[in-house]
């Protein structure tokens, strides 16, 4: 039954019970995804001006035997609130790194990896990742790291640390979802960065108000004064496009190129290495 406290406001409801349950059953099952083979990643082009394909963002992806597919953005948080997110990273960073090695007779673009700003916490994470990439032949110049934040990042500081390390090595590093969430602009002021994507929610409102039109190229000016390229996501429609391309943005990546695909699919992509 529903109980009200005495300010009137629900301190319990069936929803709350069926939310809470569903991020326990998230929980529990997510750590025997990877083993049980459910996990896949699905890879979205980012192109240039011309459409051209100049890179990739890796995406998780999840099949439930029983629920059928599940979004990243709902077991990436819970993943994250658990720790769980460290194993489901690393096998990220093994099966790009693999899916790479397969491909080599390929031209590669650059690959982007979600890392979730908690993970810089970890003073192993340069060395670990830079193991998985030198153990294969492969260079920290083939990839980009996105910082995606669901969570709070209390110590700015390590993090810096860590970028330093990262693009000491060669890594070129994004910050993710710029100007929602946590995302924020002492990031810019205090981070290494090379990219800062715009997140979709701001590219939806182009063309809707001055307002959405407002930010979007104030958002692409500041990174251009901070000699930061700017990616915009969630570009759908030739309109957002063409207002994008107006004002400078440098890359895009939305559904109106291509959705995410498996990665035999965008594979197919890409151009035998020499050839033009
Ligand atoms: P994100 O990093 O902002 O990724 C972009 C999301 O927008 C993806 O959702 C992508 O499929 C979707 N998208 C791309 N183009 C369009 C478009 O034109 N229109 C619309 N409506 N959507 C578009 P997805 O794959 O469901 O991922 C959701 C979020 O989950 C990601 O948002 C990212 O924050 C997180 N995530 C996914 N994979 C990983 C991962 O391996 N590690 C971490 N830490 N987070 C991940
Ligand atoms: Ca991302
Ligand atoms: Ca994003
Ligand atoms: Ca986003």
Known sequence: ??????????????????QVSTQLIIQNDLRDA????????YYQP???????????EALLRWRHPMFGFISPAEFIPVAERSGLIDNLTRWLIKDVCE?????????LPKISLNISARQFNDVDFVERLLSEIKGRQLVA???????????????????KTRFNELRQAGFSIAIDDFGTGYSSLSYLQHLPLSR???????????????RGNAIVNAIIEMGHALKLDVVAEGV??????AYLKAHGCDWFQGY???????????????PRAGEV
Request: charge should be negative; glycine fraction near 4%; hydrophobic fraction near 45%.
């Open 1 to 18: 039954a529903k109980e009200r406290g005495r300010d009137n406001c629900v301190i319990y409801s069936p929803e709350m019970e069926r």
């Open 34 to 41: 990877i083993d049980k083979r459910q996990l896949e990643i």
């Open 46 to 56: 980012i192109v240039d001006e011309y459409g051209v394909l100049a890179g990739a």
């Open 99 to 107: 899916f790479l090695v397969i491909n080599a007779d390929k031209q």
């Open 141 to 159: 110049s083939a990839f980009e790291l996105e910082l995606t934040e669901h969570l709070f990042l209390t110590d700015i500081s390590l993090v």
């Open 196 to 210: 800062l994507k715009i997140d979709a929610s701001f590219v939806r409102n182009i063309g809707e108000n001055d």
């Open 236 to 241: 759908e429609t030739p309109a957002q496009h």
């Open 256 to 270: 109106l190129w291509s959705k995410p695909l498996p990665a035999a699919e965008f594979a197919r992509l890409l």
